[in-house]
């Protein structure tokens, strides 16, 4: 097989946080899938197709890289964020365990910066001792396991970024968790609420989490609770590095 495939991370929206290595892959792809409004971030030039898809298309898309690759193909998967966390790579790799014929394609997965990073260091440091990440999408999970794991997270003191808060088809979904988090007592517990991080209208609110409402997220919004020791040093958030 003489083509190639990249899974890369195009980071939480700003060039400058676009990281060379991907940046050279880019460069000289031939083919780029994609969610749509992130394919829409690679500029077109001659010997370039784009393939944009819509979001819930990712075993699809995963299945037509490869098969361009296979094809000879220089093809770039490309996701928000990094391409490892609830985004393309696994698709990619399912893909890949239901098609043995493509096991021996070079495939590469190239890190970007996640949301969850990117939003922590607009705030401070409160992802600063043990932390977790959840999805609270219930497109490919129960909600009951969402509502587990936030309440397992909850109870174990974690810091909890949650990812895919609310959207317009499921707006009462992050309320829900909202409710449950008050419940397992963590309503004094500071939340960051982190739209757009490094976009042009990146917009950054900290509240209690009893003073939060399922209004101030939508689906471009990074959410971050923080643990029980995290407090605010002026406009800063951070989460001390000994656990009491």
Same mark, same amino acid.
């Given at each position: 097989?003489?083509?190639?495939?990249?899974?890369?991370?195009?980071?939480?929206?700003?060039?400058?946080?676009?990281?060379?290595?991907?940046?050279?892959?880019?460069?000289?792809?031939?083919?780029?899938?994609?969610?749509?409004?992130?394919?829409?971030?690679?500029?077109?030039?001659?010997?370039?197709?784009?393939?944009?898809?819509?979001?819930? /298309?990712?075993?699809? +898309? *995963?299945?037509?890289? @490869? %098969?361009? $690759?296979?094809? &000879?193909?220089?093809? !770039? #998967?490309?996701?928000?964020?990094?391409?490892?966390?609830?985004?393309?790579?696994?698709?990619?790799?399912?893909?890949?365990?239901?098609?043995?014929?493509?096991?021996?394609?070079?495939?590469?997965?190239?890190?970007?910066?996640?949301?969850?990073?990117?939003?922590?260091?607009?705030?401070?440091?409160?992802?600063?001792?043990?932390?977790?990440?959840?999805?609270?999408?219930?497109?490919?999970?129960?909600?009951?396991?969402?509502?587990?794991?936030?309440?397992?997270?909850?109870?174990?003191?974690?810091?909890?970024?949650?990812?895919?808060?609310?959207?317009?088809?499921?707006? /009462?979904?992050?309320? +829900? *968790?909202?409710?449950? @988090? %008050?419940? $397992?007592?963590? &309503?004094?517990?500071? !939340? #960051?609420?982190?739209?757009?991080?490094?976009?042009?209208?990146?917009?950054?609110?900290?509240?209690?989490?009893?003073?939060?409402?399922?209004?101030?997220?939508?689906?471009?919004?990074?959410?971050?609770?923080?643990?029980?020791?995290?407090?605010?040093?002026?406009?800063?958030?951070?989460?001390?590095?000994?656990?009491?």
């Amino acid at each position: 097989m003489t083509g190639t495939l990249t899974i890369a991370g195009l980071g939480p929206g700003s060039e400058a946080l676009v990281t060379p290595e991907v940046t050279a892959a880019l460069a000289t792809a031939t083919d780029i899938l994609g969610y749509a409004p992130y394919v829409a971030r690679v500029p077109p030039r001659a010997g370039l197709t784009l393939h944009p898809s819509d979001n819930r /298309e990712e075993l699809q +898309r *995963a299945s037509e890289a @490869l %098969r361009l $690759a296979a094809e &000879g193909g220089q093809v !770039v #998967i490309v996701s928000s964020g990094d391409p490892g966390v609830f985004a393309m790579a696994s698709a990619v790799f399912e893909a890949l365990d239901r098609a043995p014929q493509w096991r021996d394609l070079p495939i590469r997965v190239l890190p970007g910066v996640t949301a969850m990073l990117a939003a922590a260091a607009r705030a401070g440091a409160p992802l600063g001792h043990d932390f977790c990440a959840i999805n609270l999408s219930d497109n490919l999970k129960p909600w009951a396991v969402i509502e587990k794991r936030l309440r397992l997270a909850a109870e174990a003191d974690f810091a909890i970024a949650m990812y895919n808060p609310r959207s317009a088809s499921r707006p /009462e979904g992050f309320g +829900r *968790a909202l409710a449950l @988090l %008050r419940e $397992a007592g963590c &309503g004094e517990r500071l !939340v #960051i609420f982190a739209r757009a991080i490094s976009a042009a209208d990146e917009k950054i609110e900290i509240v209690t989490l009893n003073e939060a409402t399922p209004e101030m997220a939508d689906m471009r919004t990074l959410v971050i609770l923080g643990n029980s020791q995290t407090r605010r040093v002026g406009r800063w958030v951070y989460a001390p590095r000994r656990a009491e």
